[in-house]
């Protein structure tokens, strides 16, 4: 089981980007895939998810309306798309797997056992 976070970069503030988490080694359809960020110095949180099927989807309030999460079966692979972005999005972005059929978002950062390597993503001018 193996998660590949990718995508990010150096993006003035207002700009966008286009994360990827790619997986391999299972079929990330069936389960929660969630998004999560660490700015420095500070802990790691929860930016959305995304359930299984058609499921739920979950966004934290600093991103609602911004950013978009979405899957692409056929890629096995879940994006994240980010507006209107600000210093304060600045952070490593990890995506993340709890790797059981059936659980929907959000679920706690605890139970997510499978991680990416993260992304980083630097807002600046």
């Known amino acids: 089981v193996q998660l590949q976070a990718s995508g990010g970069g150096l993006v003035q503030p207002g700009g966008s980007l286009r994360l990827s988490c790619a997986a391999s080694?299972?079929?990330?359809?069936?389960?929660?895939i969630g998004w999560f960020r660490q700015a420095p110095g500070k802990e790691r949180e929860g930016v959305s998810c995304?359930?299984?099927?058609?499921?739920?989807?979950y966004y934290a309030d600093a991103v609602k309306g911004r950013f978009t999460i979405s899957r692409n079966n056929a890629k096995n692979t879940v994006y994240l798309q980010m507006n209107s972005l600000a210093p304060e999005d600045t952070a490593v972005y990890y995506c993340?797997?709890?790797?059981?059929?059936?659980?929907?978002?959000?679920?706690?950062?605890?139970?997510?056992?499978?991680w990416g390597q993260g992304t980083l993503v630097t807002v600046s001018s």
């Open positions: 080694g299972f079929t990330l359809e069936y389960y929660v």
């Open positions: 993340a797997t709890d790797k059981v059929v059936g659980s929907s978002c959000p679920i706690d950062i605890d139970n997510y056992r499978y």
């Open positions: 995304i359930s299984s099927g058609d499921g739920d989807l």
